[in-house]
């Protein structure tokens, strides 16, 4: 059997990791400022989750939904706690579409009204509602386009209260920061704005912290740097350190019904174990922290480099834009310096996810790369 041949891959084939490195089968050795998309958090292969995960493994590894799961209970109170959301319930899935598929469909169940609003250049995942309200119509197929999704620029709130006032809109849903699309972001005075147009409206606001949240951000949740209290959060990529996990966080504006949301794998013994273990380690070894100055760090060293136009987003969810595009850089940085960066549907930025336990040093080793790459390039 072949398989579904639907990824362009780099042939690179990584088969150890250990903190922010990648191992090949040859023995060579890279940098991970990708972090696999943004999902290693802790660092790979960290020894708390190792053991905690194993140590699960040898207990029970799942069991359904239909019975008590203490860890869910742990997870929900450790999580709250950690990201200051103790208000919200959580509901736990597999994945940041599965996530923003229920919240979507949340909002729907509490107004009755099914038109969602997104911003151009958002991405939200490839299930059903998830993806029709994704700005690419090239992963949207005609069965996803029946959704009725309206995409608008961001930052225009004009526009956006305009839409609203309408009257037939369920939800708004937003990403903290944007994470494919190429670090673009709303300003505070518009994030105030959408929560305070909504609330009027009665619209659901939901921001989708799948990649911007788990501190990515120099703060738990992106949103948090535009003091709102947005009615569901959507989480995923981080919360599990690679092991498959989601969560949709969900205000008290919406009365959870046996029913309403389910699934079999969600939420299961392991995966708990992940993100239980995820929080302790972020927690111990105060990662937020070290985000913010390895963030401020980066910062400083990237202006070393004339041939960069911009600098986009917050803490370690980083853009660095050039007037040209960068498929190239990206290549030479993989395969003559063994760098992981990631690219963006804006070609012209190298988008930069590592694990929030990256050290000042390896953005060193990056930026001296870089410029090694870039010099090449002339
Ligand atoms: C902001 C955002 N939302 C949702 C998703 C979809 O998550 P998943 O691939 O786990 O379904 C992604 C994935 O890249 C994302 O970046």
Redesign the pocket.
């Known amino acids: 059997m072949n398989l579904f041949n639907v990824y362009p891959l780099y042939n690179v084939v990584p088969l150890k990791a250990s903190g922010c490195y990648v191992w090949d089968e040859k023995g060579a050795k890279y940098l991970d400022l990708y972090g696999g998309?943004?999902v290693i958090s802790i660092g790979h292969s960290h020894s708390d989750y190792v053991t905690k995960l194993e140590g699960q493994l040898n207990k029970i590894g799942f069991y359904s939904n239909s019975v008590q799961n203490p860890l869910q209970v742990e997870l929900a109170n450790k999580l709250g706690k950690l990201s200051g959301c103790e208000d919200y319930d959580l509901f736990l899935c597999n994945?940041?579409?599965?996530?923003?598929e229920n919240a979507l469909k949340l909002a729907s169940f509490k107004t009755g009204k099914k038109r969602v609003i997104s911003f151009e250049r958002s991405?939200?995942?490839?299930?059903s509602a998830?993806v029709a309200a994704t700005d690419n119509l090239n992963i949207n197929a005609p069965i996803n386009l029946q959704q009725e999704v309206t995409f608008l620029p961001l930052n225009q709130i004009d526009l956006f209260e305009s839409e609203i006032e309408k009257g037939d809109v369920c939800a708004v849903i937003i990403?903290g920061i944007?994470?494919?699309g190429g670090l673009d972001e709303g300003t505070t005075a518009f994030f105030q704005q959408l929560e305070k147009v909504c609330t009027k409206n009665e619209v659901i606001l939901i921001l989708?912290e799948?990649?911007?949240g788990y501190g990515r951000s120099g703060k738990f949740f992106a949103f948090q740097h535009h003091n709102i209290h947005p009615d569901i959060i959507?989480i995923?990529?981080g919360m599990g350190n690679g092991f498959?996990i989601?969560g949709v966080l969900i205000s008290d504006k919406i009365k959870a019904k046996f029913g309403m949301l389910g699934t079999t794998f969600g939420g299961n013994h392991l995966a708990c174990a992940a993100a239980i273990s995820v929080l302790d380690v972020m927690e111990k070894e105060n990662l937020i922290d070290n985000t913010n100055e390895v963030s401020e760090y980066f910062l400083k060293r990237i202006k070393e480099i004339p041939q960069i136009t911009k600098v986009k987003g917050k803490g370690l969810i980083l853009g660095v834009e050039f007037d040209f595009e960068v498929a190239e850089i990206r290549k030479k940085l993989i395969f003559d310096k063994h760098i992981f960066t990631g690219g963006a549907s804006n070609k012209k930025l190298l988008r930069i996810l590592p694990p929030l336990s990256v050290a000042k040093s390896q953005i060193d080793e990056f930026v001296d790369a870089l410029k090694e790459v870039l010099n090449d390039k002339k």
């Open positions: 998309h943004g994945s940041g579409a599965e996530a923003n991405f939200h995942g490839r299930t998830a990403e944007q994470g494919v989708d799948i990649q911007s959507t995923a990529k498959p989601g």
